[in-house]
């Protein structure tokens, strides 16, 4: 039964409308993110009261996922909104303010890649309806309704409150594959961590937690067939098996998929310090405290004793997991122990293996086939994809689309990552520019800051084309502990959310901005802390001293990109309290300033202000010079001294070239120079692990005061 046939028949985007809000375009009126395939924004809205109701019809609504969704809606709107909804007895749908309609019933069993999604919601004539083939396509309309709620538009002598704009829906989600590649092992996330990131996930539509159970730093799963793995590979850090059920269970209810990873035969260190008669050679074998640039060490790929553990293993592991997808990994295999083992050595000949991947192939193939014995679907990094692959496996592409599209034209079903590690604190710009059908501007994906230009589209066929599953941001927890954990997600995530679910047309950047400012506040109110949790990070590293200064500080800078603070050796027990860590990856201050400068540069000279730029520039300054005793006396943030007077220096700079700018003249060519042998090493300097990312605007002023 097909409920929602019109989808493709609604008109797209369309305005009208009397009051200032609804005489905007759509994206800018309202701040829903993803944003919805299809919107008609209408004249009017319908107000939030303390007697909001809800009426559930159709064959599926009597679904778990429906039921437990009611509850969390009213009090999710009571956090929002402030406006208390006491407990009534359901109203029919010709009385309910919310009717929501369930056309069938879910499939027996787990969630499933390609579930139907979609929903329409129809805001009008001071009722709402939200209806969906399916309780998953509830689901994520609920979190479009919530988004909708906003203050009303007010005007003489109306009281303020909250209301849901007229609007008119349908959506459904570009990719079936939108997930969190979640990295346990390096930095251990305790149950509460791991649900309230899948609230994060499930409200900006996010269906797949990928969840990194095994690697070098430890082992996070109990296992009762093997219990040394959690004995001597966890370090005491682990989920027993009923807290995985408990887990598994709340992402259900929320439309999350769980897909379990265990790396091997690679970043198994702590397979091996278990079990050291699974690896190459004697060992010794032991848990990885510390973040190892190139680990080396391997099980041994041919022993029949490996695949007799791994079959055991596998085994309880699918039974625990009801997915049907099982990760085994596959990356960063080094064949250096392989190779200087004379056994492996000898094996490799019998077997004309030419070298270490033809041996990892070999391997590959024996634990997929383990998988595939289980009744899982595997999947692999894409060092997994060789001519001995079965089609039933998925790859997923780490090093860049090539790989991907690679394996789509030899038939393969694949997931992209590349240009999605959220743990190397490149901006949302950047994010939002990666598709998986569309190359990035160059092969290390464009400039750092502005993200790669879109490029062309792949090279598939309409065929090959679906096989691209989807994709997953993916966060690596080297440097990233329980505190600050959500800072390094979020907002960020919620743009790449956006570019799996939202049709490929939805690039518009600045929109993506605005709305992702308002998304930020909305996700705080879920219960995330990336917000909050830095706040109270730099409180801490404050002491006694007024936190103010040290928050504008912290406004202004990042943290470096890429793989540059990975040289330090960061372990599973450093402890990550420094200014880097208690700042986001993005600063918003920053982007805006650069933003502003663009626009006074390109405003007609005797037309454009400088009042704004001076005013922040001087307040930053002035915040500068009051942090300077605490950074003098507390510990800790000594190191961001030269952060400071450098931040001094490029906002006298800037002042200065916005006095020429605003003057008559242009300013000597000995001002020029001078100012650039003062700002140049900084604008380009890391200091630490930070950079200041108000330099670029200033750079622009005093070239174009220059000029």
Request: hydrophobic content about 40%.
């Amino acid at each position: 039964m097909n409920t929602l046939i019109s989808l493709a028949a609604v008109a797209t985007v369309s305005t009208c409308l009397s009051t200032s809000l609804y005489a905007q375009s759509p994206q800018t009126a309202l701040s829903l993110m993803p944003w919805p395939k299809e919107v008609t924004l209408q004249p009017g809205f319908v107000p939030v009261t303390s007697a909001f109701s809800i009426a559930v019809s159709g064959s599926g609504a009597d679904d778990a996922r429906v039921v437990h969704a009611i509850p969390r809606l009213l009090a999710r709107i009571t956090r929002q909104t402030g406006i208390p909804i006491p407990p009534a007895a359901p109203p029919t749908a010709n009385h309910a303010l919310l009717s929501i309609i369930v056309a069938e019933p879910a499939h027996s069993g787990p969630q499933k890649l390609g579930d139907n999604e979609r929903y329409a919601l129809t805001v009008a004539d001071n009722r709402i309806q939200l209806a969906a083939d399916t309780p998953l396509g509830v689901l994520r309309g609920i979190e479009t309704l919530l988004q909708l709620i906003q203050e009303t538009p007010t005007t003489p002598g109306t009281a303020p409150g909250f209301s849901i704009p007229n609007v008119v829906i349908h959506d459904e989600p570009r990719f079936p594959w939108r997930g969190l590649s979640f990295d346990v092992s390096r930095h251990f996330m305790p149950v509460p961590v791991v649900k309230r990131t899948i609230d994060g996930l499930a409200a900006v539509k996010l269906n797949v937690l990928h969840w990194h159970l095994s690697d070098d730093e430890g082992f996070r799963v109990e296992s009762k067939k093997f219990p040394k793995l959690q004995e001597l590979g966890s370090d005491g850090m682990y989920y027993t098996q009923d807290e995985i059920r408990e887990v598994i269970a709340y992402a259900a209810d929320r439309g999350i998929r769980v897909e379990p990873e265990f790396d091997i035969p690679g970043h198994s260190s702590s397979f091996l310090a278990a079990y050291p008669e699974l690896g190459t050679g004697s060992g010794p074998f032991h848990v990885a405290h510390e973040h190892q640039p190139e680990p080396d060490f391997a099980m041994d790929p041919t022993k029949e004793s490996t695949y007799e553990f791994l079959d055991s293993f596998i085994a309880e592991m699918t039974a625990l997991f009801p997915d049907e997808y099982f990760h085994v990994g596959g990356d960063e295999v080094s064949p250096k122990r392989w190779l200087a083992n004379p056994q492996i050595h000898a094996f490799m000949e019998e077997h004309k293996m030419a070298n270490g991947a033809a041996l990892q192939a070999y391997f590959s193939k024996r634990v997929i086939e383990l998988v595939i014995k289980h009744g899982k679907h595997p999947v692999g990094w894409d060092e997994v994809l060789n001519p001995d692959l079965p089609k039933t496996a998925v790859v997923q592409s780490w090093r860049g689309q090539q790989s991907l599209w690679k394996a789509a034209k030899e038939g393969y079903q694949g997931i992209l990552s590349a240009g999605l590690y959220l743990d190397l604190s490149y901006p949302a710009s950047y994010h939002y520019a990666i598709d998986p059908l569309k190359a990035p501007a160059s092969p290390n994906g464009g400039p750092v800051g502005k993200g790669p230009a879109p490029g062309t589209p792949a090279d598939l066929t309409p065929e090959q084309a679906k096989l691209i599953l989807g994709a997953e941001g993916t966060m690596w927890e080297e440097l990233a502990s329980v505190e600050m954990i959500d800072a390094r997600l979020w907002p960020r995530l919620a743009a790449m959310a956006e570019r799996f679910w939202s049709p490929e047309s939805t690039t518009d950047v600045a929109s993506m901005y605005r709305r992702l400012e308002t998304t930020s506040e909305w996700l705080e109110w879920l219960g995330l802390n990336h917000k909050s949790n830095p706040e109270l990070m730099r409180q801490r590293l404050a002491g006694p001293y007024p936190v103010r200064p040290l928050d504008v500080l912290a406004s202004l800078v990042e943290p470096t990109k890429g793989y540059s603070r990975h040289a330090e050796r960061y372990g599973i027990y450093s402890v990550l309290n420094r200014l880097e860590f208690a700042i986001p990856s993005e600063s918003d201050t920053a982007r805006r300033f650069r933003n502003d400068v663009d626009e006074y540069l390109a405003a007609p000279k005797d037309q454009r202000s400088s009042v704004h730029l001076r005013e922040r520039m001087a307040a930053w300054a002035h915040a500068v010079k009051e942090l300077r005793p605490m950074l003098e006396n507390e510990s800790i943030l000594t190191e961001n001294l030269p952060l400071a007077d450098a931040v001094a220096k490029l906002c006298a700079v800037g002042q200065e070239a916005l006095t020429y700018l605003d003057g008559p003249n242009a300013a000597p060519a000995d001002w020029r120079k001078q100012a650039n042998v003062t700002i140049k090493p900084i604008v380009n300097q890391r200091f630490g692990d930070l950079l200041i990312q108000i330099g670029p605007g200033i750079q622009q002023l005093v070239d174009a005061a220059g000029r």
